[in-house]
């Protein structure tokens, strides 16, 4: 039976350290060599730091995967879409390789970081480097609280991981999105906190939804909560964490589903107005600057990567 990468559906941690590169070496069988052992890396310095919570996740870009691994592909493994309408804006980059490392230590993030950039060596370009942290009791920068809509507990999985009936050859996968968020903070603090709460759709401190009679249509809230054709709610998993300094402020967005429709969707709807010109006004407050599509592997795939 396939193993999942346990940092999918972690719980969440007190910092994390994204990396994103692109593979510039054509040799391939260090690449595979080398990715098939950071499972274990993760492992070891988990149980060396076991007061850490350490975890990782290793995906392979949608532009990247045939080269790595022409056998077989994910059904839904596709480019990240970009979206544009007026001034708001979801780019697409491209990245080869992303690896995610959380933990309750920044410290251990840093030496399991360095670790790993040193095992993939010269045959990858490190594009980009996020160092992510915990804000409040699980807040955005904004003051909200991130990811309230996140399934929980069992159910995470079902949301997050591919079956054995949705793709039996990468069951226990996970489909991921990611966007790095810049946010306006000099602008969002102009306003006042009824005028916050109306753009996110919820009260600030107490974190409670509006009603439905309450809702604005422009609510980040009612763009984002969307519902299949059989009224069942579209689902992702966050893993979402706030980074910045006293420059740049923003949200580093990570979204794990069995689907990329889910995600796809979600965007759209806060992108694109509807027939009564509704948008997410969350975005007149922030602008995503990066976006990738990949394919986070079973735990199985990884040991297999160099038969």
């Known amino acids: 039976m396939a193993r999942e990468q346990f940092g999918i559906c972690a719980e969440p941690s007190l910092h994390g350290y994204y990396l994103l590169f692109n593979v510039i070496d054509d040799d391939n069988m260090y690449l595979r060599q080398a990715l098939s052992r950071l499972p274990k890396l993760f492992d070891n310095y988990a149980e060396y730091y076991s007061e850490a919570n350490l975890t990782g996740v290793i995906a392979i870009g949608a532009n990247y995967w045939d080269e790595l691994y022409p056998t077989a592909r994910p059904k ?26 959380r933990s309750d230590r920044a410290d251990v993030n840093h030496i399991v970081s360095t670790k790993t ?38 159910h995470k999985r079902e949301v997050a991981l591919l079956s054995k009936e949705q793709d039996s050859e990468f ?12 946010h306006n903070m000099q602008l969002w603090q102009t306003i006042e906190q009824k005028e916050q709460e109306d753009v996110i759709g919820r009260t600030k401190v107490d974190n409670i939804e509006y009603s439905a009679e309450e809702m604005p249509e422009t609510a980040h809230v009612k763009r984002a909560n969307l519902k299949d054709e059989q009224g069942k709610s579209l689902e992702i998993l966050r893993q979402s964490m706030p980074y910045g300094d006293m420059k740049t402020q923003g949200l580093f967005f990570v979204s794990y589903c ?5 995600f796809e969707l ?22 995503a600057e990066t976006g990738a599509a990949f394919f986070a592997p079973s735990l199985n795939f990884f040991e297999q990567l160099i038969d």
């Open 258 to 262: 069995c689907s990329v429709k889910p």
């Open 266 to 287: 979600m965007l759209s709807s806060m992108i694109h107005p509807d027939a009564e010109g509704n948008f997410d006004h969350l975005l007149k407050y922030t602008q």
């Open 171 to 182: 069951a226990s996968g996970s489909y991921l999105h990611i966007q790095r968020y810049r």
């Open 117 to 154: 950039t040193e095992l993939l060596a010269s045959s990858v370009e490190l594009v980009e480097q996020v160092r992510a942290f915990r804000f409040l009791d699980g807040r955005d920068l904004t003051g909200f609280v991130d990811g309230t809509e996140n399934p929980k507990g069992f």
């Open 76 to 101: 839904e493994l596709a480019p990240f879409s970009a979206m544009a309408f007026d001034d708001r804006i979801a780019p697409s980059m491209n990245y080869d390789l992303y690896i995610e490392i």
